[in-house]
């Protein structure tokens, strides 16, 4: 494993389904940073997918909670924003 | 919930030596040509017709083929002659790529895949201009991709405009969530394989509009509904929550990329002369280059060029080598 942010991580959540390339790119690039994070699958997660619509107003996935903040779609500059990644 | 650290990408099932994106005549002729030379090689493909020559009623000025011949059926006897010589074909539709590095992966509807060299062959039927609503309710309503964001769409009613076979499959697959699935076709049949189209017709959640033509997506900020142009029957609105759109244009596909390769200004990729792009191991062939004739047989030489261009980067050779019979 390599280095450890310095700050604690934000929590991350990634609101997604299987068939979905842009969440398994998210996901794929959390695992390549050592960003922890949980997958929420709203294909199985009805109430889930309905939170995801209330919080977000988005139909589509991936939507991704960075500490509570959401980001829309697979935004690589926003999510290295959010968890201080390079 | 639950956590998920499972590394799907790697294993070997999923790794190849070459994946070529695209099954044209271009993708198909490189899958000829790299599984002859003993690579591992998987096409992906959205499906039969969703491509120029799939769409081709008849060609007759294809060497060695004398009298006429469907598009589809041609494109069929060459993915056959790909299979023949081990290449696998898979219809999956390519989302996002990672084309940095040695390995390079490829995150598609099915899953994720990686491979060693990739040979782009999209073609040039992508979309060009948006209808009214379409970017403004993105996300909220307007998806492209049914089998990722159909869940949402619960008991609700749905359209789908396009067409092609990726378009019919979508509407299949969403008939599996969605209380009713409107099929808007903007021409006055499906362009899909005879077996769909009685799928369709079958299907009693699905309600089958030829000859529509979706103008605008109405809704403040969720979907509410579509304008319809009717052929030769003026317009109507249909109420709906979902705008699932499939429809095909003349614009290089290169949105799968998301700018990993650089474009021209009207939006093709670059190559050598070995169908080589800026990127090592990346290669690009036929239509998404869009600086030649739009032929079946061009096509198919550009992906013989590539298909060897590949061979001799992945064996580390000088040259290219023309002929691999025993």
Same mark, same amino acid.
């Given at each position: 494993m390599s280095s450890q942010p310095a700050k604690p991580q934000p929590r991350v959540i990634v609101f997604s389904t299987p068939t979905c390339g842009f969440c398994n790119q998210a996901k794929a690039y959390f695992r390549q940073k050592n960003v922890r994070y949980t997958d929420v699958d709203v294909s199985r997660d009805q109430s889930a997918a309905r939170d995801m619509v209330r919080r977000s107003g988005q139909q589509g996935v991936p939507v991704i909670d960075i500490g509570g903040t959401l980001v829309l779609g697979f935004n690589r500059p926003k999510i290295d924003q959010l968890l201080g990644l390079k | 919930m639950s956590f998920d650290f499972a590394l799907s990408a790697g294993a070997d099932d999923n790794h190849y030596d070459v994946i070529i994106i695209g099954g044209g005549p271009a993708g198909a002729t490189a899958a000829i040509y790299t599984a002859r030379a003993d690579l591992k090689t998987l096409i992906l493909d959205k499906g039969l017709t969703a491509g120029a020559l799939g769409l081709t009623a008849k060609i007759a000025n294809y060497p060695g083929i004398v009298g006429e011949i469907g598009g589809a059926e041609l494109l069929e006897r060459m993915r056959e002659q790909a299979v023949s010589f081990g290449a696998k074909l898979s219809t999956d539709k390519v989302q996002g790529v990672d084309l940095e590095g040695e390995v390079k992966t490829l995150y598609t509807n099915q899953g994720t895949v990686t491979a060693r060299a990739v040979i782009i062959a999209t073609g040039s039927m992508g979309r060009g201009q948006r209808v009214a609503g379409e970017d403004r309710l993105l996300g909220r309503g307007v998806s492209y991709c049914a089998t990722c964001d159909?869940?949402? @769409?619960?008991d609700q009613d749905v359209a789908v405009a396009g067409n092609s076979d990726e378009a019919v499959e979508e509407a299949l697959f969403l008939t599996r969530f969605a209380r009713k699935v409107y099929l808007l076709s903007p021409t006055p049949e499906l362009k899909a394989p005879a077996h769909r189209v009685a799928e369709v017709n079958a299907n009693p959640k699905l309600d089958l509009r030829l000859g529509a033509s979706l103008r605008e997506i109405l809704g403040e900020?969720? #979907?509410?509904g579509v304008r319809v142009a009717l052929r030769g029957q003026g317009e109507e609105t249909l109420a709906v929550t979902g705008a699932f759109v499939y429809l095909q244009g003349?614009?290089? #596909?290169?949105? @799968? +990329?998301q700018g990993q390769l650089a474009t021209s200004e009207t939006g093709c990729l670059m190559v050598d002369r070995e169908f080589a792009t800026a990127v090592p191991g990346v290669y690009a062939i036929g239509d #998404? +280059?869009?600086?030649?004739?739009?032929q079946a047989v061009v096509a198919a030489a550009e992906g013989a060029v590539a298909g060897m261009s590949v061979e001799k980067h992945l064996n580390g050779r000088k040259q290219l080598v023309v002929d691999w019979s025993k």
């Open positions: - | 159909a869940a949402f @769409f619960r900020d969720k #979907v509410e003349g614009k290089p #596909v290169t949105d @799968f +990329l #998404v +280059l869009c600086n030649h004739i739009k």
